[in-house]
């Protein structure tokens, strides 16, 4: 890891608009909770809130937009070639930007999460099942986006088409793209960690776990490699 990547890293990805919105959207999860509750006088529905809501959306917008902050604007302008042009290796940036944008992707979709259990009163299960989705989620998110951030210039649009065709439509019709889907991978072990129902049964345990491992190093190696491939064919 390089401090200087990383702290120029979170400088980008706090600044301006997007660490407005980054904020902004655990906020309006939990604040969605909260008004449920109040509205209904009843604990919030779990599935719909924490699931269909906080997983489905908040914490892959949130690491897309975190993913692509610290990655996405240097490629956009062309400035990556003066980082490349460091003598830090390839894969030390990409892994650095990585830990910045799956940090912070992570710490703000587990408080999104968690607080939306709290203010939606439901049982301390779903408190475990907010910081395990929220946070192995966010970071298993940010593995796959970043990689896209570093593969093209239309990270953000790559990002959306995966969550938006992939995960919510042909992942609700086609079970079978469930095995390669970062949603369900975090439900499964959310599942576990926490014993409830998330509908994700037939995907087994091993393989989430030997799924997140490889999406984590086949994620953040694929962007180191095409940053090496960036500087060597002096691209955009």
């Given at each position: 890891?390089n401090?200087?990547i ?12 997007r ?6 959207l655990?906020?309006l999860?939990?604040?969605l ?8 006088g ?6 719909m809130v ?6 489905a ?18 490629i956009?302008?062309g400035?990556v070639?003066?980082l ?14 990585f830990a910045v944008a799956?940090?912070?992707a992570?710490?703000?979709s ?22 395990v ?10 593995a ?15 990002g959306?088409?995966?969550?938006l ?13 469930r095995?390669?889907?970062?949603r ?8 576990s ?12 345990l ?5 799924a ?6 086949v994620?953040v ?11 060597l064919?002096?691209d955009?």
């Amino acid at each position: 890891m390089n401090l200087t990547i990383m702290r120029l890293a979170l400088r980008a990805i706090v600044g301006g608009w997007r660490g407005v919105i980054l904020l902004a959207l655990p906020v309006l999860l939990i604040g969605l909770a909260a008004l449920l509750r109040a509205v209904t006088g009843e604990p919030v529905s779990a599935t719909m809130v924490i699931v269909e809501v906080g997983l489905a959306m908040v914490v892959p917008l949130v690491a897309l937009l975190a993913a692509n902050g610290v990655l996405g604007p240097e490629i956009d302008d062309g400035s990556v070639v003066y980082l490349l042009s460091t003598p830090v290796s390839r894969y030390v940036v990409a892994a650095s930007k990585f830990a910045v944008a799956a940090g912070s992707a992570a710490l703000l979709s587990i408080g999104g999460l968690l607080g939306a259990s709290l203010a939606g009163g439901l049982s301390d299960r779903w408190s475990v099942v907010a910081v395990v989705t929220g946070g192995g989620g966010a970071v298993l998110y940010c593995a796959l986006f970043t990689a896209l951030a570093a593969a093209t210039r239309h990270g953000m649009i790559a990002g959306l088409i995966y969550v938006l065709v992939i995960e919510q439509l042909l992942g609700r019709f086609l079970g079978g793209f469930r095995f390669v889907s970062v949603r369900a991978v975090a439900e499964r072990l959310g599942e576990s960690a926490a014993d409830v129902d998330l509908a994700v049964a037939d995907m087994g345990l091993t393989y989430a776990v030997i799924a997140s491992a490889v999406l984590l190093l086949v994620g953040v190696a694929a962007a180191g490699w095409r940053l090496t491939r960036f500087q060597l064919r002096g691209d955009e």
